[in-house]
């Protein structure tokens, strides 16, 4: 049992008293066997980095994206059970050795992801509790469940206006993704010209804060092809991904910018220009301490780049779905292959070059499967909030589906 060597290895460094040897023991453990969790055949796997330590972990309901939690003891994950796949995927979450399955939700949004609050004790997701699919009709919104209680509650019913030189109301709320002060932070957007396709509306980033109710809107209108929003670990900066250039089909819809925000100042900042990002699973990772993301360029190159501007390109032989997950210690990055019977690749990036491993992972990939993930840091005496997801949003390429 790799996690429960790691909490226990992980309790030691936290007492070491500056002498490190527990923290290098750590780093290694975490390294050669801190466990990957995967969706296979709708069925819940959890993997060493090296492909090995394989084992089932649920496998009862059909299981789709799973994330964990940011002590990694629990796993939130998307079921299909309904009839037919035509009700609502279901909510649930798991314990780590695969027990204490429940289910907290059966309006999730086929192509959302749970996102963990960094206290592990709520989950926001894309609810469909508001929407008839099918004519297109109602509204999406972004509800948060208690664990402990179970009390589920769309928190994005009034989120005001979105900004620009037309402000118009919001009328779908999507893509939470949790600050590390405990904001929430959800995609808002208009109506669109077609009221079927909720995630092709123009949309604003808004910041909710859940104790007292306040909203602040942080693109008001700047960002008008936005995408997704990544919240960082640590600190106030998010990154923006943005439509460049959407032509009939193919390679010319498959563009965006990479944008850095101040969530306090409401300072933008470009960082990359016209970054190939078609794959429904493209979604840039922050490292776990915040000063670093990453991001897949076209098929084969994976960018880590500084907050001070520094940056790593790092070519892999192979085709890349755009997904990626840090390593528990941050000094490893999992780049996700893009189709079934191809490598995945784990590369070192925590001192000198880069180097790269090829990983054979058996994974679902359907587009509404997810992707494998590494997870979260397993804390001590600290815990980091860098597990979630980008939920429901719209790809740069238009898939015609709505989602």
């Known amino acids: 049992d790799w996690l429960a060597a790691e909490r226990a290895v992980a309790a030691l460094a936290a007492d070491d008293l500056g002498q490190g040897e527990a923290a290098a023991r750590l780093a290694a453990l975490r390294r050669a066997h801190a466990p990957i969790v995967l969706a296979h055949d709708q069925a819940l796997w959890l993997v060493g980095p090296d492909g090995a330590d394989d084992r089932l972990l649920l496998d009862d309901v059909p299981a789709a994206r799973p994330v964990w939690s940011p002590d990694r003891s629990r796993l939130a994950f998307v079921s299909a059970d309904g009839a037919g796949g035509q009700t609502a995927p279901a909510l649930y979450v798991v314990d780590a050795d695969g027990s204490g399955r429940r289910r907290l939700s059966t309006t999730i949004h086929a192509s959302a ?7 592990g004790e709520r989950i926001a997701y894309t609810s469909v509790a508001a929407w008839d699919e099918w004519p297109g009709s109602g509204r999406l919104a972004v509800h948060v469940v208690e664990l402990g209680s179970g009390v589920d509650r769309d928190v994005t019913a009034a989120l005001g206006w979105l900004g620009g030189e037309t402000p118009a109301p919001v009328r779908h709320a999507m893509s939470p993704w949790w600050a590390a002060d405990g904001r929430l932070g959800v995609i808002g957007r208009g109506a669109g010209a077609d009221p079927s396709r909720p995630a092709s509306g123009p949309g604003d980033l808004f910041a909710l804060d859940l104790v007292t109710g306040a909203v602040e809107n942080l693109t008001v209108g700047r960002v008008p092809e936005l995408i997704r929003a990544f919240w ?84 892999v032989e192979g085709a890349l779905s755009g997904a990626l997950s840090w390593a528990p210690g941050g000094d490893s990055l999992l780049a996700v292959a ?19 491993a090829a990983i054979a992972l058996e994974h679902d990939v359907d587009w509404r499967a997810g992707a494998p993930q590494w997870g979260a840091v397993m804390p001590a005496d600290e815990i980091l909030a860098d597990a979630g997801g980008t939920g429901l949003d719209e790809a740069p390429t238009d898939r015609g589906d709505g989602a």
């Open 338 to 356: 893009a189709n079934a019977g191809q490598p995945s690749f784990v590369i070192d990036v925590g001192s000198g070059p880069a180097t790269v």
């Open 113 to 119: 992801l749970p996102a963990w609050s960094p206290d």
């Open 232 to 315: 960082a670990p640590w600190g106030d900066r998010v990154l923006l991904s943005a439509r460049a250039w959407r032509g009939e089909s193919g390679p010319l819809a498959a563009r965006a910018d990479l944008l850095a925000l101040d969530s306090r100042s409401g300072e933008l900042t470009p960082l990359a220009e016209g970054i190939d990002a078609g794959a429904p699973s493209w979604a840039p990772a922050w490292a776990p301490d915040g000063e670093r993301v990453a991001y897949v360029e076209g098929f084969a190159t994976v960018v880590v780049r500084g907050t001070a501007g520094e940056e790593e390109r790092v070519a």
